[in-house]
Structure formats: C-alpha cells, structure tokens
C-alpha cells in the first residue's frame, strides 16, 4: 500500500477545483497544469504547484500524454487524477503512467479498455446476463455497410460514437434520408473530440427514463452500489438536470439495476468510481446502455445524499485501502437535484457564450453548494466545454429539493456572459418535471415550447409594474418627474407604460393591492427580470428609440456568431439556395454550429475556406435575394 503525499490533477476547470479542495483536506500537495487561456483560472491558484502546458487547444495541452508524463517525471508524483473528460477513459494514458511508477486513479487499463469502448462493453454486459439494445457493432466503418445495418435495425435508430461521452458524437436518425449526414457530422464531432471517429448503431427506444448506478470497488475485490441518479433531463444527449435518489422505480426495477451494475462491475475487477447507465421504459424494462470509467459530473448529488466525499474515496482506493463502508450502510437521505449553468443563450439555439465574467456570486445557506470553475474576472473561452459551474440542493424530499434549487438559482448572479440560469428556473418549475417523471426526449420534444415567450395576464402585469416602481423609488427616481409613461389618477391609482417580451404594455396600480408574490432574478437602474407563477419575465421602461425599425434585420450578410473553426463549406458562389439549406458548419467549444440560409437566394460570396479560423462577427457567406 503506497501512501499517496502528491498528486497531480491532469484536468481544469470545476472539477480541478473539486479534486484539489478535497486534497488540501488530506493534506495532500497538488499540481496544476494549464493551457495559455486558463492561466487566470482558479484552480490554478488554488493548487500548491501549477505549470504551465504552453498551448491553446485540447490536443496540444490536457490531451497531450507525453507532456503530462514528462510533468509527473520532474515533480515526482505519486498519483494523477484525471477527473472526467479529456484523459480520464484514456487506457494508454493510464498505462504511460504505470510504466513510470505513477498511480492512475481509476480503474486499470483493462477495465477502461473493455469498458470505455461501448460496443466491447455491451458484448460484456450480454455476457452476464444483461438486456442491451438491438444494434451494429462491427469494426466495417464504411458508410454503404453502416446504412445497411441501420435499415436492418429499424428507424429511428442511434449513432454514437464508440468512444463518445457527454452527449458528443451521437445523432438520432429517423429516417434512410438523414442517415448519411449525420453519420459524417457524428464521426467529425467523435474525431475532434475523442480521437476516434469508430461509430456503432442501436436502435432507438422511444422515450425511456435515463437511470445510471454509481458504483465504487478497491483493490480486494469488494464493489459497491452507492444509489442511483435519474439523469432523463437531458438537451441532444447532455445532461442538463441530475436526480439522487430515482424515484418512481418499483422496487424489483431498482433491486435489478443495482445487481446487474454491480454484476458488470465485477466482471472487470472494477477499481474506483464507476457508473453504469440504464435506460429504463414505461413498463419497468431497462437495457445496459454504457459504462463510464471515472468520476462523473453529476457525482455530488450523490455526495449530498449519503454524506461521502467519493473523490477523498477515489483516494483511498488508490493507495489500496479498503473501502470504508460496507453495502448495509450505504443509506440515502432526502433528495439532491444538481442543476449545470453554462455560458450559453437558450434563445439562440443555446449557443455558447464566451467573454468576461463581471459577477458570480451565490448567497445562500450551506445545503446549497454551487462547485464552479470560474470567479469574477474570468474569461470563458472558445476551446473548452462551456460549463460555469454545477448548482447541487439537499432537502428532505423531491418536491423541497426543486424549491430549493429554484431559490438558490434566482440568488444566484452570473453577469458578463449569456447563461442558461432563467431556462433553468423556468424548467424547475414546470408541472411536467417538478411534479412528474421526465423521459430523455421530453426538452427535446417540448423546448419551442419552453423557450416560448409567455405574455403576461393583467394580474403579472400588475407584478411587474409594482416592481418596477419599487426599483424607481430605490434608485432615488421620481415618478412624477419621469419623462416615461407615468400617469397620476384619480383615489391612488398609477398608471404605468413598459416593454416585456418585445412589446409596449400598461398596467393601473392601485394603493395597497395584494398581489402575488414573484422571485428578483436581476434589477438595474430602469428594468428587472423576475419569476412569476414558474415563468420568467423581462420589464424594461420604454426608451426614445423604442419601435425603431431594426436595420440589421434586414442585412443579408451571414457572420460568424462566435469565434470558431470552419470544418465543412457546403455553398457553391452562384448557387440557389432555400431558406434554412445548411451553407457552412463551425466547429467550436466542442461542438458543430450549422450556418443556415435565412432566406431564398444566391450565393454571391464565400469568405472562407475548411480549416480558417474565423472571429465573432466575421462575414461568411453574402446571400443576394433570388
């Protein structure tokens, strides 16, 4: 048993954050390593050590195994965290680091092997007496062969890639038509993000539970079940709002998953953290989806649920302790629901949002923790997952912990950045998730719906009007001697003219009128954004300009709504083009950003070419009416 004394955490961001609080606990010293854009990060700061990786992207710095080895060589490390993404399922790297005397903490490189390729990890479940789903697994990777299975199977069907995770490299298909589009943007997506472009096929189950089993096994052959987390609110296969413990499982369902995740585990001598994925349908029957070797994103809703710290666990299973509890006491208590904030705008098709964070503060109580990767001042970049932070509540019950985390949220202030913070207040607070059960495809299928603006009845109007007034009175302002639609009338009435949702409206106040309550997301000198009956709404006082035409919606330039990487052009000059006929494809933060016609016309222009590097703003593609 070696006691480990150094480690180094080969990762960034929130979850190096998390991986070094619980170190400096055990009074363990930590290395950093960092790319050139995460230099002003807080885990670097927080860290004993921090090196620099010299580099931007992923493949020149957190991917880079000989880079990091060579790190672990000069420092004398005794162990690397990897924590998830990047190397974490990296079964060479953990390897390399053998070879040198280094601990890898996770399991061995041939359970990260049998396990971190799907299609192998699926041939083994089926050994063990698992339900998976009907598929192709093969390793003939030609498009002809590949369409051949996937009609075989059955539309609609699912192409993932085989190395994939986080949602990345997986395309839903419903139809032979679609097929051969999506197999390529999968495979480009899978290469750029894991290195392999290998896709396998499964049929797709129509609007199944996603249930996953955290799992944790030592080095004396023990594995434990540590509950379950429902994962089903998920947006294009991301995990979006994460559950401990599932409820709504009749027990032999429940009892089942955790044998057959425990069974599967054991089949590999698994050591460490582990999760096996279930999807689960309407009448109780579930299939192996996938296993992931590391620790996951949503680990802390377990966390808050039977009081463990599984990173200090990852730890002790390393240096070859035995793990510290035994099944009988693994006990879950109350609820968690982790919510992750992303820099990005729901109303733009979530689109990642990059800048400079001018504010992040959470003030609220201690069963509220938020695990974040940033501080005020940070830049968020294009080269990496856009995730701020992760939001976990603790409370007695599901519908307490969806209170909870609604509150936490509107406390909450991000600024600087476009966020996902009032889609996530929205969603907490709708009946269909707060008050039943969720499938996978739900966002998917509902989100025009949830991103449409409400317009507010005569009674949130009144809401807004009152709020607003308040904010005049506490920023020193008159209304009387307000230029702005404020109106006297007659037995303490008020009349007031104001902008939401992209309209001019009026609301009569009157003294003393009991109106329901409504939550402050945001206030500034003349307008507040505020939650009211589970919607969010944005008042603004009207401005001069207010009902000016919009020139710029009438521009036919295409540009670049973020910095990226042109990976495919798709318009000809002088081609006739429809609306909404794909012209070029982005690549960045990870992910693909189709560029699409607005209208019917001709391509007058293409300004780049596959492989540029574009700026935020930049002209694409000039479009002339046809």
Known sequence: MKKIKRILVANRGEIACRII??????????????????????????????????????????????????????????????????????AAFAEALNQIGVIFIGPSPAAIRAMGSKSEAKMIAEKVGINTIKGYMGADQDTEVLLKHAKQIGFPILIKAVHGGGGKGMRRVDSEADFTSALASCQREAQSAFGNADVML????????????????????????????????????????????????????????????????????????????????????????????RLQVEHPATEMILGLDLVEWQIRVAEGQPLPLSQSQIRPRGHAIEVRLYAEDPHQGFLPSIGQITELALDTDTSV??????????????????????????????????????????????????????????????????????????????????????????????????????????????????????????????????????????????????????????????????????????????????????????DQKLNAPMPGRVISVLASLGEKVEAGCPLMILEAMKMEHTIRAPFDGIVEDVFYKTGDFVDDGAELVRLIAA
Not at 208 to 225: A, K, M, N
Not at 232 to 250: D, F, N, T, W, Y
């Open 202 to 293: 499964e049929k797709y189950i129509v609007d199944p539970r996603h249930i996953e089993i955290q799992v944790f096994g030592d080095q004396h052959g023990t594995v434990l079940t540590l509950s379950e987390r429902d994962c089903s609110l998920q947006r294009r296969h991301q995990k979006i709002v994460e559950e401990a413990p599932a409820i709504g499982l009749a027990e032999v369902t429940r009892a089942g998953l955790h044998q057959d995740a425990q069974a599967i585990s054991a089949s590999v001598n698994y050591v460490g953290a582990g999760t096996v994925e279930f999807l689960v349908d309407a009448e109780g029957n579930y299939y192996f989806l996938e296993m992931n070797t």
């Open 369 to 554: 923790r938020l695990d974040s990767g940033y501080q005020n001042g940070n830049q968020v970049s294009i080269y990496y997952d856009p995730i701020l932070a992760k939001l976990i509540v603790h409370a007695d019950n599901r519908r307490a912990a969806f209170h909870k985390a609604v509150k936490a949220l509107a406390k909450l202030q991000i600024k600087g950045v476009k966020t996902n913070r009032q889609f996530l207040i929205e969603l907490l607070q709708n009946p269909d998730v707060c008050e039943k059960l969720p499938h996978i495809a739900y966002l998917d299928h509902h989100m025009a719906q949830l991103l449409k603006p409400t317009m507010p009845d005569d009674i949130t109007k009144k809401v807004l009007a009152k709020s607003l007034l308040n904010t005049l009175s506490r920023q020193g302002s008159s209304p009387w001697d307000a230029a702005d639609g404020w109106r006297h009338l007659s037995r303490g009435q008020q009349l007031l003219r104001f902008d939401c949702q992209d309209e001019m409206m009026q609301s009569i106040l009157e003294s003393h009128e009991d109106l329901p309550p409504a939550l402050m997301l945001d206030q500034d000198v003349n307008s507040i954004t505020l939650s009211i009956n589970g919607k969010v709404y944005h008042a603004t006082l009207p401005q001069l300009d207010h009902g000016a035409d919009d020139a710029a919606s009438k």
């Open 21 to 90: 609080r619980t170190c400096d606990q055990l009074a363990i010293e930590t290395i950093a390593i960092y790319s050139d854009v995460d230099k002003d990060l807080p885990f670097v700061k927080l860290a004993t050590k921090a090196i620099a990786l010299e580099g931007c992207e992923a493949r020149e710095t957190y991917l880079d195994i000989n880079k990091i080895v060579k790190i672990c060589q000069e420092h004398q490390v005794d162990a690397v965290h990897p924590g998830y993404g990047f190397l974490s399922e990296n």
